[in-house]
């Protein structure tokens, strides 16, 4: 059902300072970043492998847009660091069925938009031992875009 890690979400108080700490100190670099209004952040994909089931696994470095989005609060109670972990699926409406039966909350009752044209939703950290969850299915590959 769950098939990669898909990424694993880093929050940070300047994109471009954390995205050139990661290609000097690693050699990553960014192959995609825009801006994502409805999650409130700025954020730049870096791609660090693919994977078996066809798709990537990624670091995904957010900046919150404003203070009060998800980000944002979570940056001024904790500071920088890691804030969620993605798992890909091909099917995320089913996966968060299959979850949400399970007495986890799923927090859309719709996935919505992500990176690069992706289906996303989210599990809450209370129902998943602290952990910030989410379900990706990324974009058909003729609909990415970047
Ligand atoms: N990881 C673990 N725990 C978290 C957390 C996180 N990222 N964010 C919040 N929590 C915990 C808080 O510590 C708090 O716990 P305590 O009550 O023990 O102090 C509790 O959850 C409630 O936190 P809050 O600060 O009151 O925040 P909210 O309830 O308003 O929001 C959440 C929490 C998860 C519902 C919200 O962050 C959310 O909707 N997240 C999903 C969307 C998102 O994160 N978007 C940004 C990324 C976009 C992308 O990946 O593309
Ligand atoms: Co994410």
Redesign the pocket.
Known sequence: MLTRID?I?I?CFDLDKTVEFYRATYGFEVFHSEV?EE???R?AMLKINETSDGGASYL?L?EPTRED???G??LA??GEGV??I?FGTADVDGASDAIRNKGVRV?YDEPRT??MGSR?T?L???DCH???T?LVTAAPPAATDH
Request: hydrophobic residues 40%; glycine residues 12%.
């Open positions: 990424h979400g929050a994502n999650q409130g952040v954020e995904q957010l989005s998800a980000v609060k979570w109670k904790n804030h969620h993605a927090l992500g990176s996303i989210f809450h950290p209370k602290g952990v910030l989410e």
